[in-house]
């Protein structure tokens, strides 16, 4: 771990305004290419979305629900046989080669991330899961299931124009999930391993397996938010079936997890699902009646590598 990279601590860091959170020329254009947030006071509403999703499914292509890109397995850069280098690894040559969508909720500080990014080569996307979003970040179709409806969003807007690594963060710049480096969110991402993200298409930002792993059925440690929602493991078979249309029969009998919903994937491993599959789960979101806001992020936390195709149970070595 001595090789590892340490940031300089963002802890005294003073919140900006909105306006200066986003101050590039591409993220302005970006923003303004957002779909309109419907006006909170119309009794027309009928729906939590920014759009409604049923706009966003006509919309898909009959080739997106046929094909499905299969991941080459392959490295594009040689790899040194004595491994990794975990110093200022820099795969990637400019900031259109990786993006940072970040999901915030009020009050916390995401000027971070677009400091972070001028120095690593990403390009950040910050959702705001407010009632009341502040000027200057993106909107989410749904604010059901806490980082999960911003995730699905960028993933549905932006599905054709996704770059090679996506990563999935939350907006506060320290948190307890963060296991590399501190707590420092900046510290993890300083010392993301793209070889491993190419390699396997999918890799969760944390490393310890607890909780979650090896099975998240029969977890080791249960807390007691895990007795609360027992129910929803009890239902998955249900479950499975509506979010990803499995059949109850070929439901995996375990599932291994690592915490805590912050990870980066691959274009191509976001792609071998078509965009449909992605709004469905946001609808299911939004629309089920099955458990309360909380359950539903904890629910899709244990999900996600599922959902991009890995092995149901993750084994952390």
């Known amino acids: 771990?001595?090789?590892?990279?340490?940031?300089?601590?963002?802890?005294?860091?003073?919140?900006?305004?909105?306006?200066?959170?986003?101050?590039s020329s591409e993220q302005q254009q970006q923003q303004q290419q957002q779909p309109e947030v419907e006006d909170a006071n119309s009794e027309e509403i009928t729906s939590p979305?920014?759009?409604?999703?049923?706009?966003?499914?006509?919309?898909?292509?009959?080739?997106q629900e046929d094909e499905r890109t299969e991941v080459s397995g392959t490295l594009d850069f040689l790899v040194s046989e004595q491994g990794f280098s975990r110093v200022k690894n820099y795969p990637h040559e400019t900031a259109s080669d990786v993006t940072i969508v970040a999901a915030k909720a009020k009050p916390e500080y995401t000027g971070w991330i677009s400091e972070f990014c001028e120095?690593?080569?990403?390009?950040?996307?910050?959702?705001?899961?407010?009632?009341?979003?502040?000027?200057?970040?993106?909107?989410?179709y749904a604010r059901k299931g806490h980082e999960a409806s911003a995730y699905l969003s960028y993933i549905i807007d932006y599905y054709d124009e996704l770059r090679p690594f996506t990563i999935f963060i939350h907006g506060r710049p320290e948190q307890w999930h963060n296991d590399v480096g501190g707590p420092s969110t900046r510290n993890v991402l300083a010392?993301?391993?793209?070889?491993?993200?190419?390699?396997?298409?999918?890799?969760?930002?944390?490393?310890?397996?607890?909780?979650?792993?090896?099975?998240?059925?029969?977890?080791?440690?249960?807390?007691?938010?895990?007795?609360?929602?027992?129910?929803?493991?009890?239902?998955?078979?249900?479950?499975?079936?509506?979010?990803?249309?499995?059949?109850?029969?070929?439901?995996?009998?375990?599932?291994?997890?690592?915490?805590?919903?912050?990870?980066?994937?691959?274009?191509?491993?976001?792609?071998?699902?078509?965009?449909?599959?992605?709004?469905?789960?946001?609808?299911?979101?939004a629309t089920t009646d099955m458990t309360d806001n909380y359950g539903?992020?904890?629910?899709?936390?244990?999900?996600?590598?599922?959902?991009?195709?890995?092995p149901a149970v993750q084994y952390v070595y």
Not at 1 to 23: A, F, G, I, R, T
Not at 296 to 310: N, P, Q
Request: aromatic residues 12%; charged residues 20%; contains cysteine.
């Open 119 to 140: 120095e690593y080569q990403c390009t950040p996307y910050i959702y705001s899961l407010d009632e009341k979003p502040e000027e200057g970040f993106m909107v989410p």
């Open 191 to 285: 010392n993301l391993r793209y070889e491993a993200v190419s390699i396997n298409g999918y890799v969760n930002l944390r490393c310890t397996n607890r909780p979650g792993c090896p099975s998240t059925i029969f977890q080791a440690y249960p807390v007691t938010v895990d007795f609360d929602y027992q129910y929803l493991i009890d239902q998955l078979p249900q479950i499975f079936n509506d979010l990803l249309g499995m059949d109850p029969s070929d439901v995996p009998s375990d599932i291994g997890h690592q915490c805590c919903a912050q990870f980066a994937v691959t274009k191509e491993k976001i792609q071998e699902r078509p965009r449909s599959d992605y709004i469905r789960i946001l609808e299911w979101i």
């Open 296 to 310: 539903i992020g904890w629910l899709i936390e244990k999900l996600w590598h599922v959902i991009f195709g890995m």
């Open 49 to 63: 979305y920014k759009i409604p999703l049923s706009a966003l499914t006509s919309s898909a292509s009959s080739s």
């Open 1 to 23: 771990m001595q090789n590892l990279v340490y940031l300089p601590d963002d802890s005294q860091l003073v919140s900006k305004s909105p306006e200066l959170e986003y101050s």
